[in-house]
């Protein structure tokens, strides 16, 4: 008999009870290797979706009851119709959740819009000799990019604060060299020449390439799809989509990997228990299954995928949970600082949390990024089956693997030969100069094969570059460092996994270094610097427009072997229409 669809499981979980719930979802945990339950013979799909308060392990599965007879199924239809119909009137009588004051956004047409972004503002310009030290987390998430154009191929101005640089830039492959060897786990390159919209200032690019994994070699995974069935999620960029997306990835695993599906909506509960990665069917069957409905408590849903991702947990393995949600959590613990601190808290177990954001209207982007950073995740957003592609198929290894942990950046800039620099992005990455060697600060982390790609605007003494006004008291740097021809020290620490203690990695950066023309790589990162930077308002490319940007594009296209550099140009028109689009009626998006 064909499973009830999941868009019922909230009144299916008020008429079973949570007993049920604890009995299915949360079996077999400590009575032995995963690979060995996965290997017996595996219950069918759950059929009943329960709710879950405290998720507490449980020796066996139990079987799903015997179908009821006619009459009885009927008696069950009307009490689950009448359930329904209560829920539905508790929800609309549930108190609405304030997240933030709304900002008009230019244009955003049709229905209100809730979509909620983290308000930043631009680094600021720095004189070297009053603050030569420049710290930060590096950043593997690419889902600004893709959010931003999923707007624009809608014809919509993006907010500025969804607008993220370093987002941008580490969307694209730079061809940054790989480590020789794994005795370090990635390799660090700069390269400094002069930047396209000043040419009295340069631009220094630094670059971070991990070592890679072949997907064959890969250690066993034990992934936990975190998926968001609430009612919010109904429309064909959402849900169904999720499914496009998670089904390439299932297309990938193996027998030694295991999946467990977790989905929340008015409550938590376990669709599918660790299965073996071969088992392609199952798994398919279960994400096919899936409909939404009901409101969204996505905090129960974490704390459900994490008992369910320890009990699974996979020594020297791949242990990851991917959420997968539009991030409108409005039930339960909503709460964006209160969540993070338990997902940091979770860190230790070694099990990583990713973010998939998905959908429109109501997506917070916020709630999606700052979770994936709490929980030594990536995130990403998914607005086309293939981004889903490029996220879970192509850069698999990346997105699941992690190689190094903690990796921060430091550069000390040499104020006897630099005036002023500019860090490009990173602003919510930004750290304390006496984090850097606490090995207690977290930082982000880098998967196999990641590349890591930050820039750095820079304008020597004399060199007329120079965008603040002279200190009259500000006295002169002293000439001695001069001497030394270095621009600038970069340190890099960084943690291999499951170590406590940090690395590092030190490196000059030479004046003799400095291009008289910037390499093809250094050229394409400073378009997309400067298109994320007009996208923004344009504060810090003076002259620059559009047909700079997509020139600059252009001419640095090189072997886009995926035509991801194509489509960017393509973009830059969009983005031209749209910031010259005057007169649309505006709708609010909140800014957190």
Known sequence: MRTAPLSTFPTLALAAGSTLLLALSLSGCRTGPASSRADAAAPPPAKVVADVAEPRPTDVFHAPA??????????????????????AQQMQAAPAIAFA???????????????????RQDNPVQRASEQPLSTFSIDVDTGSYANVRRMLREGVRPPADAVRVEEFLNYFSYGHPAPLNRDVPFRVTTELAPS?????????????????????????????????????????????LLK??????????????????????????????????????????????????????????????????????????VNRILLATDGDFNVGTVDRGTLETWVADQRKSGIALSTLGFGQGNYHDAM???????????????????????????????????????????????????AEYRLVGYENRMLDREDFANDKVDAGDIGAGHEVTALYEVALVGSGGERLPPLRYGGTATPGGASSGEIAHLRLRYKTPGQAHSQLIETPVLRSSLRREPGEALRFASAVAGYADLLRGGGNVGDWNWDDVAAQARAASGD?????????????????????????????????
């Open 244 to 317: 496009q997306a998670f089904a390439q990835l299932v297309s990938q695993l193996r027998a030694q990997d295991r999946v467990s599906i977790v989905v929340y909506a008015g409550s938590a509960g376990l669709v599918l228990p660790p299965t073996a990665g071969d088992r392609r069917g199952e798994i398919l069957d279960a994400l096919d299954r899936l409909e939404a409905g009901g409101s969204t408590n996505g905090g129960d849903g974490i704390r459900l995928a994490y008992a369910v991702a320890r009990q699974g947990f996979v020594e020297g393995g």
């Open 66 to 87: 015997p179908p009821a007879p006619p009459m009885a199924q009927a008696a069950r239809a009307e009490s689950e119709r009448q359930r329904r119909q209560a829920m």
């Open 368 to 418: 999606a990024e700052r979770l994936a950073d709490a929980g030594d995740g990536n995130h990403a957003y998914i607005d086309t089956p293939e981004e889903a592609r490029k996220v879970l198929v192509e850069q698999m290894q990346s997105t699941l693997l992690t190689i190094a942990n903690d990796v921060k950046i430091q550069i000390e800039f040499n104020p006897a030969l630099v």
């Open 196 to 240: 396209p919209w000043n040419a009295k200032r340069q631009l220094l690019m630094v670059g971070i390439k991990g070592y890679d994994v072949p997907k064959a070699v890969l250690p066993p995974a034990n992934l936990v799809f975190l998926v968001d069935t609430s009612g919010s999620m109904q429309s064909p960029d959402k849900l169904p």
């Open 560 to 592: 886009d072997r995926w035509g991801l550099r194509g489509e960017f140009s393509g973009l830059v028109e969009s983005a031209r229409r749209v910031t010259a689009a005057t007169g649309t009626p505006v709708q609010a998006i909140a800014v957190e």
């Open 101 to 119: 004051p709304a900002t008009p956004v230019a244009g955003i047409v049709g229905a209100a819009n809730t979509e909620r972004y983290e308000a």
